[in-house]
């Protein structure tokens, strides 16, 4: 039950943001900025040079956020992010023994998906939510075609979602949407009050979708 009170839990936000940065500062006073800005779920990539420190102090710091991982690539990968507090793992594609590790755990993995082939075979192995990536490689209705045949198959879009497309993914059937430099590329040039209007103006936003 745990994974189904986690996801239910995102998708009542409506919006993850995937934290990035050079550095693992960077990449903190990014999260902090987004927190501030009404962000309650937060994507920590293990891009982000000691990414799993950064998963451990987040979940310490922000106990009423859900801290997750993400540009997870393998089992092993996801297990480290589990014991380091990670409520949730994302890849930019399906893995299967990802999935198994996560279901073991009872932890919700999305992994990114592009085909019907690719969505199917995620929902084969328990998949609630699929990863539509890259976003900007699809319009919204993509989503209204794929419930034709499946309705019962939830996705997150992320990468190319903007302000400008955010409410026409929601309204297309998109559970909750993922979103990255849209709302962190100012802190490149250290202007993390810009990081948290841009997320303030996004939560806005999917709350009136």
């Known amino acids: 039950m745990q994974t189904y009170h986690i996801l239910n839990e995102m998708m009542e936000h409506k919006l993850a943001v995937v934290i990035r940065g050079e550095s693992r500062s960077m990449a903190e006073k990014t999260a902090a900025a987004c927190v501030k800005g009404g962000v309650k779920t937060l994507e920590v990539t293990f891009t982000v040079p000691g990414a799993q420190g950064l998963l451990e102090s987040l979940s310490e710091t922000y106990d009423d956020a859900l801290i997750g991982a993400g540009t997870v690539l393998d089992s092993e990968t996801?297990?480290?992010?589990?014991?380091?507090?990670?409520?949730?793992?994302?890849?930019?594609?399906?893995?299967?023994?990802?999935?198994?590790?996560?279901?073991?755990?009872?932890?919700?993995?999305?992994?990114?998906?592009?085909?019907?082939?690719?969505?199917?075979?995620?929902?084969?192995?328990?998949?609630?939510?699929?990863?539509?990536?890259?976003?900007?490689?699809?319009?919204?209705?993509?989503?209204?075609d794929i419930h034709g045949p499946l309705p019962h198959i939830n996705m997150m879009p992320t990468g190319g979602v903007s302000l400008e497309n955010a409410k026409e993914w929601l309204e297309a059937g998109a559970v909750m949407l993922g979103v990255g430099g849209e709302i962190t590329?100012?802190?490149?040039?250290?202007?993390?009050?810009?990081?948290?209007?841009?997320?303030?103006?996004?939560?806005?936003?999917?709350?009136?979708?």
């Open 185 to 209: 590329k100012p802190a490149k040039k250290g202007n993390y009050d810009k990081v948290t209007n841009l997320a303030e103006k996004f939560q806005n936003m999917v709350k009136e979708g």
């Open 78 to 144: 996801a297990r480290i992010a589990i014991l380091s507090g990670a409520r949730f793992i994302v890849s930019p594609g399906f893995n299967k023994e990802t999935a198994k590790l996560c279901n073991r755990y009872g932890i919700p993995y999305l992994p990114g998906c592009m085909t019907v082939n690719e969505i199917l075979q995620a929902a084969e192995y328990g998949i609630s939510v699929v990863k539509l990536f890259p976003g900007n490689a699809f319009n919204p209705s993509f989503i209204k």
